[in-house]
């Protein structure tokens, strides 16, 4: 509808001069037709955000759970230091403890062989245990 009116309005142009009331009834169509394209444009904006919000909720948390784990990671690896470092305590004490006993017996160690005595069979002390010590 509005090439034609434009065509007749070109047409009439050619022949006198054209109306100036034809003019603005046809920028007033171009004018609503542009506000129509506009609401068009608008609207189908509003559509596909709305389509796609879903999908922007998905990969938001997605993200969310990337960052999560990431803490996690950091905290695992934290706690493993820590347990590490509590592991090397413990041994470094056990150590010193198995030195402690040691320098305590030896007393009574030598006042044995000095007086001939045997020393007992049943120890408290598991038989394999130092030289698993040992071996590590």
Not at 91 to 107: C, S
Request: avoid cysteine; charge should be positive; hydrophobic fraction near 40%.
């Amino acid at each position: 509808m509005m090439e034609a009116m434009l065509a007749s309005a070109a047409s009439v142009a050619d022949r006198a001069p054209v109306p100036r009331e034809l003019l603005r009834a046809g920028e007033r169509q171009l004018e609503l037709v542009q506000e129509v394209v506009a609401r068009e444009r608008r609207v189908q904006g509003e559509l596909t955000a709305r389509a796609l919000a879903p999908l922007d909720a998905i990969f938001d948390l997605l993200e969310e759970t990337g960052e999560t784990l990431k803490l996690q990671a950091e905290t695992l690896e934290s706690a493993g230091r820590a347990l590490q470092e509590t592991a090397a305590l413990m041994k470094h004490q056990a150590e010193r403890f198995e030195r402690t006993v040691g320098t305590l017996r030896r007393p009574s160690e030598l006042a044995k062989v000095a007086s001939g005595a045997k020393r007992p069979r049943g120890r408290a002390t598991p038989a394999g245990a130092k030289s698993a010590r040992k071996g590590k």
